[in-house]
């Protein structure tokens, strides 16, 4: 017998007596407004960096951040970067990139976390190897928590969709908080409707 | 720290540093002995003080987030019951998640043991020419011996979760699911590093520590032929695999080579997306007092020229499903909550269990890896319930462990200081006037007696613990003296036994 069929054999005759699958409620009441405040707060509590519309031309804080940037690799129409992401090339190549910037699929104001799919990244270790990633997110894309979160489609179309809440971040060494562990040392988020 | 005195002129050498304690002893064939290695975990009191602070810390935090939702409770409740509906139809769910795995493009396998999951792994690898391995923290790969196993087939593997790395690099097995070198201070972590990664010797700057790893672990990365993790959640709705992490090591090994290889215990499934809204909400709350980890990673379908394989293991896991009392132990999330919050983990430290799984959601699953072996675990408890009462999932915790006790003692598996102890237990408690006379003595005894009568070899209970101030008089002694006399007049012919 295969081992497929020896596991199943065994966990048909082993199962407990049967029990019902509980609905789950949304738990969203009460929680519906300003989702952008709560948002941010439930976001820098995880060591997000918020960055505030510039006035007249809305990504004039991206600009000044970028100065001194080496590579930026944009996902987004709204600023441009210095090389254009090349699908072709391997997922480690991109080891070298400073910034990249990307438009977050949506956000929950609950846990202060955006989703990135493949669709927003291209290619998905951009969000990793890059040292700083700064992502465009549009207010009204931000639902209430995760309840609601999980009841969107993109869960079901995506190969890669992931919740960022914070940069990359460790504490294994005396419970200190080091933001840098592998991944990003900085995640920053501009509210910035799309396009 | 000891200072040893020293005669004029001699050269006083540098202060002697507390030597971070080891785990049990392998045992070989016989059985693992935690209060032994608990023993000099205790005589570390550097060590021990640091552990026992930084867990109740996080249990603290777990506090303060489960009291700013409202619906905690009915968040416990619910994670029970679809873990319970999920596991009495865990036959079915794993069929749908093996179909919607493979029409997303996912190869799937099934391994009973360790053994095979170890085999399986390596296959995939030789399959592919890889020789190098990155992957995320696993504790079913530790249960499975999985690294060992691929060292000696010649594999080059690189744990990327900085707890799991400094573990791997000490040849240390982790000590706590989440955090694996908790019971490690940084200058423990600096000696570590200077010795296998070439730090400067002595510097424990916790910054500099930390980026080191960054530094030299990311070229393994980048260099890997082959990537694995995990999995916290597997969905049989979408057929797709849930791992939570807070550095985006997973998210690296899973996305940076071409083959992908999850592991994951058949136990890990929940049957909708919406599910999860009730576990993620649970898990990181519960495990370090964070409203969740920094990436929830779904991982459904392999990226474009990509392979994505997942191992679903059993080792165990079926025959535990048919065991009345423990089967619920399979609802377990692996957040850690019950190991903090216990007294005797956070006093003992995760190495003196002997096994991947510590404390006390590791005193219920180990016997049922080697019921000898581990036999002596579930007496690693007080039984305060405190595990029970923070467990996100409801499990039973305490009541499973004194089941196990009982169940130990059927097999004859009791140690021979608490067979005799509970024979004579067995026939004072048997007698309410042998019963009175022993608690009258001890409580005098314990008001009089020097400390030197109460601490000392022969008193188990005077061991790493306080005895409590006996109370002047017993309870009987009080009723005999004042109430006897009046109750008799109340109820006469009624005598109080």
């Given at each position: 017998m295969s081992s497929r069929d020896t596991i199943l054999n065994a966990v048909r005759a082993n199962r407990p007596a049967p029990v019902d699958l509980p609905d789950v409620p949304l738990f969203g009441e009460g929680r519906d407004d300003d989702l952008l405040g709560r948002f941010f707060t439930a976001f820098k509590l995880m060591g997000g960096t918020v960055l505030e519309l510039g006035d007249g031309d809305p990504v004039a804080p991206l600009r000044a951040r970028l100065g001194s940037a080496g590579v930026v690799v944009s996902r987004v129409p709204e600023i441009a970067g210095t090389r254009d992401l090349d699908l072709t090339l391997p997922p480690s190549s991109l080891a070298d990139v400073d910034i990249a910037i990307v438009r977050a699929a949506f956000g929950v104001a609950e846990t202060g976390s955006i989703a990135l799919s493949e669709r927003e990244l291209g290619v998905n270790t951009l969000a990793y190897l890059a040292q700083h990633l700064i992502v465009l997110l549009d207010p009204a894309d931000i639902v209430i928590n995760l309840h609601h979160a999980y009841r969107r489609p993109e869960f079901a179309r995506s190969r890669y969709l992931v919740f960022h809440t914070g940069p990359s971040a460790t504490?294994?060494?005396?419970?200190v908080l080091i933001h840098g562990a592998q991944g990003v040392r900085s995640l920053s988020i501009l509210p910035l409707p799309r396009e | 720290m000891n200072e040893t005195p020293h005669s004029p002129g001699e050269a006083r050498p540098r202060a002697a540093r507390e030597a971070q304690p080891k785990g049990a002893a392998d045992p070989g064939k016989g059985r693992v002995d935690h209060a032994e290695a608990a023993k000099r975990f205790i005589a570390a009191p550097e060590h021990l003080k640091f552990h026992d602070e930084r867990l109740w810390d996080i249990r603290m935090k777990r506090d303060r987030q489960m009291h700013a939702i409202p619906e905690w409770e009915e968040l416990r409740r619910l994670a029970s019951a679809i873990k319970d509906h999920t596991l009495s139809h865990l036959d079915t769910y794993l069929e749908q998640f093996e179909a919607a795995a493979k029409a997303n493009g996912v190869h799937v396998h099934w391994a009973k043991d360790g053994a095979e999951h170890n085999a399986i792994v390596l296959g995939l690898l030789r399959d592919h020419g890889a020789k190098t391995l990155i992957k995320s923290k696993s504790m079913l790969t530790e249960e499975c011996g999985m690294r060992q196993a691929l060292v000696e087939a010649g594999i080059e593997i690189t744990e990327t979760d900085l707890g799991e790395r400094i573990q791997q690099l000490d040849a240390e097995a982790p000590s706590h699911i989440v955090m694996p070198a908790v019971h490690k201070l940084r200058r423990d972590v600096s000696d570590v590093f200077a010795r296998?990664?070439?730090?400067?010797?002595?510097?424990?700057?916790i910054h500099y520590l930390a980026e080191s790893q960054r530094m030299t672990t990311r070229p393994l990365i980048l260099e890997a032929d082959a990537g694995m993790t995990g999995g916290n959640f597997i969905i049989a709705e979408t057929g797709a695999v849930v791992v939570c992490t807070n550095e985006g090591n997973a998210d690296l090994s899973a996305n940076t080579p071409k083959l992908h290889i999850v592991s994951v215990g058949i136990e890990k499934l929940l049957p909708r997306t919406s599910d999860l809204g009730v576990f993620i909400r649970l898990l990181s709350r519960s495990a370090?007092?964070?409203?969740?980890?920094q990436y929830t990673s779904h991982f459904r379908s392999p990226r474009a020229g990509a392979e994505m394989h997942i191992v679903l293991v059993d080792n165990g896991r079926s025959t535990r499903l048919g065991m009345p009392e423990f089967w619920t132990s399979l609802k377990c999330i692996r957040c850690g909550a019950c190991m903090n919050t216990c007294p005797v983990y956070r006093r003992s430290g995760g190495l003196s269990y002997g096994f991947t799984y510590a404390g006390p959601i590791g005193l219920v699953i180990d016997p049922t890896f080697d019921k000898h072996k581990f036999?002596?675990?579930?007496?690693?408890?007080?039984?305060?319930?405190s595990c029970t009462n923070v467990c996100p999932v409801k499990i039973n915790l305490h009541e499973q462990i004194y089941a196990w006790r009982a169940v130990m003692a059927e097999n004859h598996e009791l140690p021979f200081a608490k067979k005799t102890a509970m024979a004579a237990a067995g026939a004072l408690l048997a007698s309410p006037r042998l019963f009175r006379a022993a608690i009258a003595t001890a409580d005098q005894a314990l008001l009089s007696l020097p400390r030197f009568a109460q601490y000392n070899a022969l008193n188990a209970w005077g061991k790493g613990r306080e005895n409590p101030r006996g109370a002047g008089q017993t309870f009987h002694a009080w009723w005999a003296k004042n109430r006897a006399g009046k109750a008799k007049a109340a109820a006469p012919g009624k005598q109080p036994s």
């Amino acid at each position: 017998m295969s081992s497929r069929d020896t596991i199943l054999n065994a966990v048909r005759a082993n199962r407990p007596a049967p029990v019902d699958l509980p609905d789950v409620p949304l738990f969203g009441e009460g929680r519906d407004d300003d989702l952008l405040g709560r948002f941010f707060t439930a976001f820098k509590l995880m060591g997000g960096t918020v960055l505030e519309l510039g006035d007249g031309d809305p990504v004039a804080p991206l600009r000044a951040r970028l100065g001194s940037a080496g590579v930026v690799v944009s996902r987004v129409p709204e600023i441009a970067g210095t090389r254009d992401l090349d699908l072709t090339l391997p997922p480690s190549s991109l080891a070298d990139v400073d910034i990249a910037i990307v438009r977050a699929a949506f956000g929950v104001a609950e846990t202060g976390s955006i989703a990135l799919s493949e669709r927003e990244l291209g290619v998905n270790t951009l969000a990793y190897l890059a040292q700083h990633l700064i992502v465009l997110l549009d207010p009204a894309d931000i639902v209430i928590n995760l309840h609601h979160a999980y009841r969107r489609p993109e869960f079901a179309r995506s190969r890669y969709l992931v919740f960022h809440t914070g940069p990359s971040a460790t504490a294994d060494i005396e419970g200190v908080l080091i933001h840098g562990a592998q991944g990003v040392r900085s995640l920053s988020i501009l509210p910035l409707p799309r396009e | 720290m000891n200072e040893t005195p020293h005669s004029p002129g001699e050269a006083r050498p540098r202060a002697a540093r507390e030597a971070q304690p080891k785990g049990a002893a392998d045992p070989g064939k016989g059985r693992v002995d935690h209060a032994e290695a608990a023993k000099r975990f205790i005589a570390a009191p550097e060590h021990l003080k640091f552990h026992d602070e930084r867990l109740w810390d996080i249990r603290m935090k777990r506090d303060r987030q489960m009291h700013a939702i409202p619906e905690w409770e009915e968040l416990r409740r619910l994670a029970s019951a679809i873990k319970d509906h999920t596991l009495s139809h865990l036959d079915t769910y794993l069929e749908q998640f093996e179909a919607a795995a493979k029409a997303n493009g996912v190869h799937v396998h099934w391994a009973k043991d360790g053994a095979e999951h170890n085999a399986i792994v390596l296959g995939l690898l030789r399959d592919h020419g890889a020789k190098t391995l990155i992957k995320s923290k696993s504790m079913l790969t530790e249960e499975c011996g999985m690294r060992q196993a691929l060292v000696e087939a010649g594999i080059e593997i690189t744990e990327t979760d900085l707890g799991e790395r400094i573990q791997q690099l000490d040849a240390e097995a982790p000590s706590h699911i989440v955090m694996p070198a908790v019971h490690k201070l940084r200058r423990d972590v600096s000696d570590v590093f200077a010795r296998t990664l070439g730090t400067e010797q002595g510097n424990d700057d916790i910054h500099y520590l930390a980026e080191s790893q960054r530094m030299t672990t990311r070229p393994l990365i980048l260099e890997a032929d082959a990537g694995m993790t995990g999995g916290n959640f597997i969905i049989a709705e979408t057929g797709a695999v849930v791992v939570c992490t807070n550095e985006g090591n997973a998210d690296l090994s899973a996305n940076t080579p071409k083959l992908h290889i999850v592991s994951v215990g058949i136990e890990k499934l929940l049957p909708r997306t919406s599910d999860l809204g009730v576990f993620i909400r649970l898990l990181s709350r519960s495990a370090l007092g964070s409203p969740i980890t920094q990436y929830t990673s779904h991982f459904r379908s392999p990226r474009a020229g990509a392979e994505m394989h997942i191992v679903l293991v059993d080792n165990g896991r079926s025959t535990r499903l048919g065991m009345p009392e423990f089967w619920t132990s399979l609802k377990c999330i692996r957040c850690g909550a019950c190991m903090n919050t216990c007294p005797v983990y956070r006093r003992s430290g995760g190495l003196s269990y002997g096994f991947t799984y510590a404390g006390p959601i590791g005193l219920v699953i180990d016997p049922t890896f080697d019921k000898h072996k581990f036999s002596s675990l579930p007496f690693a408890s007080t039984l305060n319930g405190s595990c029970t009462n923070v467990c996100p999932v409801k499990i039973n915790l305490h009541e499973q462990i004194y089941a196990w006790r009982a169940v130990m003692a059927e097999n004859h598996e009791l140690p021979f200081a608490k067979k005799t102890a509970m024979a004579a237990a067995g026939a004072l408690l048997a007698s309410p006037r042998l019963f009175r006379a022993a608690i009258a003595t001890a409580d005098q005894a314990l008001l009089s007696l020097p400390r030197f009568a109460q601490y000392n070899a022969l008193n188990a209970w005077g061991k790493g613990r306080e005895n409590p101030r006996g109370a002047g008089q017993t309870f009987h002694a009080w009723w005999a003296k004042n109430r006897a006399g009046k109750a008799k007049a109340a109820a006469p012919g009624k005598q109080p036994s």
